[in-house]
């Protein structure tokens, strides 16, 4: 089994200022990692996923989001946040083999961005 | 409009009515999901379905019933509403993992919102 756990339920931050929203998971399997981020009244999209291979992984809107094996985190970043980023984001995870599809969420990290 | 489409947007009922949440796919994926996202929770797997006739239990199934008759429609009902079921159910599909770099990301619904008074 697997399970998620997302440090912050909410993180003001200023415009223009860097964000780290933590994540922690844990599983006995191989797993893939996601950050999907959900704007208000919408649902989810994808954010930014791990597979393999470059433990960085990027998304087109500048954040960024590293895999540390060892500590079993997927920690999103972004050096400098825009009133845009207001949204809340969910870290997820799901088996990678096969048979695995059943994703697992975090209770989500509402960001908020200030002027 | 090609993607995922949820109805009703938003459902007021009352306790023990019965009430059908429809989602429908033009993507031809083939696994299907519902979720509920209450605050503090996340969201949290209730049912899914890896096929047409194919369905399974999630982290919180109990009170809920799913069908899957075909493959782009994945109908959730709720045969007696209770107040613990008021939350925001969001359908998903996803292709499946078999025949490569499938990653199995989730495409997600707008949502319903559901209030039982």
């Known amino acids: 089994a697997q399970s998620v756990t997302q440090l912050d339920s909410q993180v003001p931050v200023f415009e223009e200022a860097p964000v780290e929203l933590r994540c922690n998971y844990s599983s006995s399997v191989s797993v893939y990692l996601f950050w999907y981020v959900q704007y208000p009244n919408q649902g989810l999209q994808l954010l930014l996923k791990y597979l393999s291979g470059s433990t960085l992984v990027k998304s087109i809107n500048g954040f960024e989001a590293e895999f540390n094996k060892s500590q079993t985190s997927f920690h999103l970043r972004k050096p400098s946040v825009h009133i845009s980023d207001t949204a809340e984001y969910f870290c997820?995870?799901?088996?990678?083999?096969?048979?695995?599809?059943?994703?697992?969420f975090g209770a989500g990290t509402r960001l908020f961005v200030k002027a | 409009d090609a993607g995922i489409t949820q109805s009703p947007r938003y459902k007021i009922t009352e306790t023990g009515r019965q009430v059908t949440l429809m989602c429908h796919q033009t993507?031809?994926?083939?696994?299907m999901f519902w979720y509920r996202q209450d605050l503090g929770h996340g969201l949290r797997l209730i049912y899914y379905?890896?096929?047409?006739?194919?369905?399974d239990k999630g982290e919180v199934p109990d009170g809920y019933v799913v069908s899957r008759s075909k493959t782009e429609n994945f109908p959730l009902t709720l045969e007696s509403a209770t107040r613990s079921q008021t939350s925001v159910y969001f359908c998903?599909?996803?292709?499946?993992?078999?025949?490569?770099?499938?990653?199995?990301?989730?495409?997600f619904g707008e949502g319903s919102r559901l209030t039982v008074l």
């Open positions: 379905s890896a096929a047409a006739d194919i369905t």
């Open positions: 993507w031809s994926h083939s696994y």
């Open positions: 998903a599909s996803s292709e499946s993992l078999a025949g490569g770099m499938n990653t199995g990301e989730l495409f």
């Open positions: 997820a995870v799901r088996p990678s083999g096969t048979g695995g599809f059943k994703t697992i």
